[in-house]
C-alpha cells in the first residue's frame, strides 16, 4: 500500500454479465491501484482462475455478481471455496437487487468474505476490497508460518537425535532446505577450526566434483573443491571473529564475494548466513542457503539484513539475543526459523565435539599402547599376526586389546575387551594389559593370570567388567593350555580344511567368581589358533551363536597363511561395524 492508501500490486477478478456495470466497477479498482482482470460469467470465471493456477498468478480477491447467468454468484463461491488450491481466495458478492439480509447471510454461508449492495461509494468497495485482502494475506501468512514451525519443530527433533557431526549437519542442512525452499549447506566448525559440512538432497543434483554427493558415514571434512574451500575459509574467518560469543548472527554474503556455482552449478548468488554459537562459544554452526527477497507482497517485513563488507566488518541484522532485541529492529519473519534451527544445531554440537576430542584420546591411547605388527615382540618358534580396526565413527569406542608376550612357560596371547564405550573403557584396557605384562613375569599360568587380572579389577575398578581369552603356548610340543573369562573362545583353523573352537568358558572379570581350569590341545604344524573380539562379528538382530558359525566357517575357507586369514575376515565381517574390532592369529613357526 502506497502513501495515499492505493494497494499496489493487488489483482481484482470481478465477475459480472453486465458490461456496463463491470466496466465501472473496474474503474473504481483501477483508480484505487489495483489491477483488474473482468469476467463476464461463473464459467469464464472457473476457466480463468485454472489458467493463473497453472501460471502461479491467482487473484487477490474476486468481486462476484449474484445474479449471473450460468450459475449464481453464491454457487460460484462455494465451487471456488471447495476447490483446495484456490479455497483461500477472498470472495466479495454484489448486487444490486438482493439486498435484503437472507441474502448477505447465503452468500457468507457459501463461504464470502463480505457482501456489497451497489451502487455503492468508491470508498466503501475500496475499502472493502483492502479488508479483504489485508484478511486474506494475514491468514496466509499465520497459515505459513504454522506450517514453517511445524517443519522446524521436525527439523531439531533430527537434530537432537543425532549422532555424530556428519549426521548432525546433514540433518540441518535438510531441515534448513525445507525451511527455505532452497539447497542448504551447513558447516559445524570445533574449537580448532575445522569445518564439518552437511548438505541437503536438494543439493545432490551438483557435480560429483563438488563435493555434495556424500555417501552415509563417509568423513566430513570438507571436500578440497575450489567453492567449498573458499566458503569455509570465509566462514571461518566470520566464525573466529565471534569466538567466545553468543547469540545468533545472520549476514548476507554478495554474489562478488560468494565462491560461484556454490548452491547450483554456474550460478553466482548471494549467500545469506546465520551464524550460532553454542552455550560455551565451542561450537559454530553456520546454516548457508541462496539470499532471497524476504519482504515480498507476501511477507511481513520487519527489518532486512545489512550486506556483508568482509569477515572483518559484517554488517548484519542482528547480533544479540533475541530477549534483547524486543524493541529494536527484528530480523524477517521468514528468517527466525532458520535461527531457531542454527541455535538447535550449536547446542547439538557441543556435546558431539566434546565426544569426539574423548573419542581421539581414546584412540590416541589404544593405538599408543597396542603394539603395531611390526612392533611386537620377537617370539621363538611361533608366527603371530594381529589386526585392530576402529569402529566407525559413528559408533563409540570401546576397550579392545591384544597381546603376545613371552614367559618362561611358552609365548602367552590374550585378546580382550573392557565392556562399556568411553575413555574409561580405553583407560582400564591399559591398566589390563599392563597388569597382564607384569604378572608374566613371575606367572605364566593363563587360570592364574585370569584370577589376579580379576582380582585387580575388583580392587581398583569394582563398577568395570572384561572379558579375556588367554593362550599359553609351548613352541617346542604346541601343547597349548587356554583360559577363558567371558570370551568368544579361540578357533583352531586346520590345514586340512576345517576349523573348530576351544570348547572353554568362564566367567567375566571383575565379579571374584571360581575360574574353571584351563582346557588343553596340541596345535600341529599349520595348525592356526584364531583369537578375536565380538566386535568383528557381533550385529544386532542377529544371535551370537550364528555369527560364530558363520566365523568358523568362514576361516574353515579361509586361504593359507595368517595374514590370508585375518583379511579374509576383515574382508566378510569387518566393514562398517559398531564395535573395534581386535584380532590375532598364530601358529607354530
Known amino acids: 500500500m502506497d502513501g495515499y492508501g492505493k494497494q499496489s500490486g493487488t489483482t481484482v477478478m470481478v465477475v459480472d454479465d453486465v458490461s456496463a456495470s463491470r466496466y465501472a466497477m473496474g474503474a473504481v479498482l483501477r483508480r484505487a491501484g489495483h489491477d483488474v482482470v473482468p469476467v463476464a460469467s461463473a464459467g469464464e470465471a472457473l476457466s480463468e482462475l485454472d489458467l493463473r493456477l497453472r501460471a502461479g498468478a491467482l487473484p487477490d480477491v474476486a468481486l462476484v455478481d449474484i445474479g449471473l447467468p450460468d450459475m449464481s454468484g453464491f454457487e460460484l463461491c462455494r465451487r471456488v471455496k471447495a476447490r483446495p488450491s484456490t479455497s483461500a481466495l477472498p470472495v466479495v458478492h454484489f448486487s444490486a437487487t438482493a439486498m435484503e439480509a437472507r441474502d448477505r447471510c447465503r452468500g457468507l454461508d457459501a463461504g464470502a468474505d463480505a457482501y456489497l449492495t451497489v451502487p455503492a461509494e468508491p470508498r466503501e468497495i475500496q475499502a472493502v476490497v483492502r479488508s479483504a485482502v489485508r484478511r486474506a494475506r494475514r491468514r496466509t501468512a499465520a497459515e505459513a508460518l504454522a506450517h514453517r514451525l511445524t517443519l522446524l519443530s521436525e527439523a531439531i527433533v533430527t537434530v537432537q537425535t543425532a ?105 553466482r548468488e548471494d549467500a545469506h548466513l546465520v551464524l550460532a554459537s553454542g552455550q560455551e562459544g565451542k561450537a559454530q554452526v553456520c546454516i548457508a542457503t541462496p539470499a532471497q527477497d524476504l519482504s515480498g507482497p507476501h511477507e511481513v517485513n520487519r527489518g532486512s539484513a545489512a550486506p556483508f563488507r568482509g569477515a572483518g566488518n559484517c554488517a548484519t541484522s542482528h547480533d544479540e539475543p533475541a530477549e534483547d532485541r524486543r524493541h529494536n529492529a527484528a530480523p524477517p519473519i521468514a528468517a527466525l526459523p532458520a535461527e531457531r534451527l542454527a541455535q538447535a544445531t550449536a547446542l547439538a554440537a557441543e556435546p558431539l565435539l566434546m565426544y569426539q576430542a574423548e573419542r581421539d584420546i581414546a584412540l590416541t591411547l589404544q593405538h599408543s599402547f597396542l603394539p603395531q605388527p611390526y612392533r611386537l615382540p620377537a617370539l621363538p618358534g611361533v608366527d603371530v599376526v594381529v589386526r585392530y580396526v576402529p569402529a566407525s565413527r559413528q559408533a563409540e569406542i570401546g576397550g579392545d586389546f591384544y597381546a603376545a608376550l613371552r614367559t618362561e612357560g611358552g609365548v602367552l596371547t590374550a585378546v580382550g575387551d573392557v565392556v562399556g564405550h568411553s575413555l574409561d573403557a580405553a583407560t582400564v584396557m591399559v591398566e589390563i594389559r599392563h597388569a597382564l605384562r607384569a604378572y608374566c613375569v613371575e606367572e605364566s599360568d593363563p587360570r592364574a593370570l585370569a584370577a589376579r587380572l580379576d582380582r585387580m579389577l575388583q580392587h581398583y575398578h569394582p563398577e568395570v567388567t572384561a572379558t579375556v581369552c588367554l593362550a599359553l603356548v609351548d613352541p617346542g610340543t604346541g601343547r597349548t593350555r587356554i583360559a577363558n573369562a567371558g570370551h568368544i573362545p579361540p578357533l583352531i583353523v586346520r590345514d586340512a580344511g576345517d576349523a573348530e573352537y576351544v570348547p572353554v568358558d568362564g566367567p567375566l572379570l571383575g565379579l571374584g567368581l571360581d575360574r574353571p581350569e584351563p582346557s588343553e590341545l596340541v596345535l600341529a604344524r599349520g595348525d592356526r589358533l584364531l583369537m578375536v573380539t565380538d566386535g568383528l562379528i557381533e550385529t544386532r538382530g542377529i544371535d551370537l551363536a550364528t555369527s560364530m558359525e558363520q566365523l568358523r566357517t568362514a576361516a574353515a575357507e579361509a586361504p593359507a597363511g595368517l595374514d590370508a586369514l585375518c583379511d579374509t575376515l576383515l574382508g566378510c565381517f569387518g566393514r562398517g561395524r559398531e564395535d573395534d574390532i581386535a584380532m590375532l592369529a598364530l601358529r607354530l613357526g
Open 163 to 267: 549422532r555424530c557431526l556428519g549426521e548432525l549437519a546433514d540433518a540441518a542442512a535438510a531441515g534448513a532446505a525445507r525451511l527455505s525452499g532452497t539447497p542448504a549447506v551447513v558447516f559445524v566448525i570445533g574449537p580448532d577450526g575445522e569445518p564439518h559440512w552437511g548438505c541437503s538432497p536438494s543439493s545432490l543434483h551438483l557435480p560429483r566434483s563438488h563435493g555434495f554427493a556424500r555417501p552415509a558415514g563417509t568423513p566430513t571434512a570438507l571436500p578440497d573443491t575450489a567453492p567449498h574451500v573458499a566458503a569455509a575459509r570465509l566462514i571461518t574467518r566470520i566464525a573466529e571473529n565471534r569466538t567466545g560469543r553468543t547469540g545468533v548472527h545472520s549476514t548476507v554474503v554478495p554474489a562478488s564475494l560468494w565462491p560461484a556455482g556454490f548452491f547450483r552449478p554456474g550460478m
